[in-house]
């Protein structure tokens, strides 16, 4: 029999998120959580402990979800008790321990489910390597608790084209949970991919992102293109990359408001205090009256901003582009603007091509924390690219753009490697 699938309102709070040097979370220092693993007496209340497939996540870094289950019926006759306390450690090859905790209110769980049972999830990146995993619960009202382990073994990937982007990255990072934006950016994470490429000549490198949903979602239709959960971790990506003797500037521009949103310099790590409001706004799928009243000039605007890049100070330069696939107002007024080409330049268009099934890949980091009853998910039904309307490539088509479209993180790693390939040759 499967068990449905509900929602569970309420229940969901922020985990700890470990630190990343690989100290141990000081809630650990509270209960006795090596004892509980030594303990042969099972608990009262069933649950269970696992640990996915390690995929990887749009963010180019390894992910796996860590499940614990609890059984329904035990937690109803427990509802109102407090707080059901829930740990995870990770432990690699060199002993160093990491480890993450969360509560589960139980005054919030509602009648009914006993008919299901309640999943508390966690989410790591993790480096190729063999660890092992422990989990705990504890009811602090009853003393009740229950510990178990197990082992993880993380396989490197195949025919990595971006070979040696994980140097010196931490082998387990905790995510904790949150809401968009910050699901899409995952700020918390501290650990930075090694993207550097040595170009032949300094070469300076603009990444710029389109956060902009399509024209169709302004006007209340649906809008399949809007992908913020692939495009902002893309864009992090990216921006993670270091030209030798050169350059790297970012920068997100909202095509349909016409803006500017943020420009920093890719030395340093992106400002995510900055980038938030930008996120949110262009989320928010409303646009004001005066960007609506100049509409036309959308395209002529991101022409202009790709030209500044482009032209910049005459030395070699490469310009990324990533966008979802955006169709504009009808009309568009580019008689003044064109995308122009210059020699030493490279303009590279990596786009969005939406899958029209959800993958079990995960895009951006799912959000973590308790949900009621059911499996993690079913099985992909493959990327089956819908078809939206993208008029953004037909104007770059002076400057000779080479266009990548990406629906899988697979997909988005080959182009990043094509991308700084080329450039390594300028």
Partial sequence: MVTPRLALAGLLLLPWAAGQDGSPDPAFAKIPFDDWLKESVQPKIRWWLHASHPVLAMHQRLIVEFE?????????????????????????????????????????????VKASYIVYTDYAFVLPGEYRV????????TNEHGAREDRLRVQPLRGDPLAGSWYKLPPVEFLGASQPPETWFLPAVRGRLHLTVKPKH???????????????????????????GMLIPAFKAFAQVGVEAGATDTTLVDVLRRKVLFRQSAEQALDWDAIRPALVEASAGTIDLKALEGRRRDLA??????????AGDGGPRAVVLISNMVEFESGQDVSTERVKRCDGCRLFYVRIRPPIARPSTPMAVPRGGRRMGGSPGGRSLGYLSENPIDQIEPVLKPAAPRVFDFATPEQLRKAMAAILDEIARM
Avoid: C, M
Avoid at 86 to 111: C, M, N, P, W
Avoid at 134 to 141: I, K, M, Y
Avoid at 217 to 227: D, I, L, M, T, Y
Avoid at 301 to 310: D, G, K, T
């Fill in 68 to 112: 614990l289950r609890l059984d329904g019926a035990e937690l109803e006759s427990r509802r109102g008790k407090g707080q059901l306390q829930i740990y995870f450690q990770v432990t690699d090859a060199d002993g160093r321990k990491y480890q993450s905790h969360g509560e589960i209110d139980l005054t919030k769980v509602e009648e009914g």
């Fill in 134 to 141: 422990a989990a705990a619960f504890h009811l602090p009202s």
């Fill in 301 to 310: 605007f991101l022409i202009s901003e790709l030209n500044r890049r482009l």
């Fill in 202 to 228: 300094p070469v300076r490198l603009d990444i710029v992102a389109n956060v902009s949903t399509s024209e169709q979602q302004v006007r209340g239709r649906r809008n399949p293109s809007w992908r913020p």
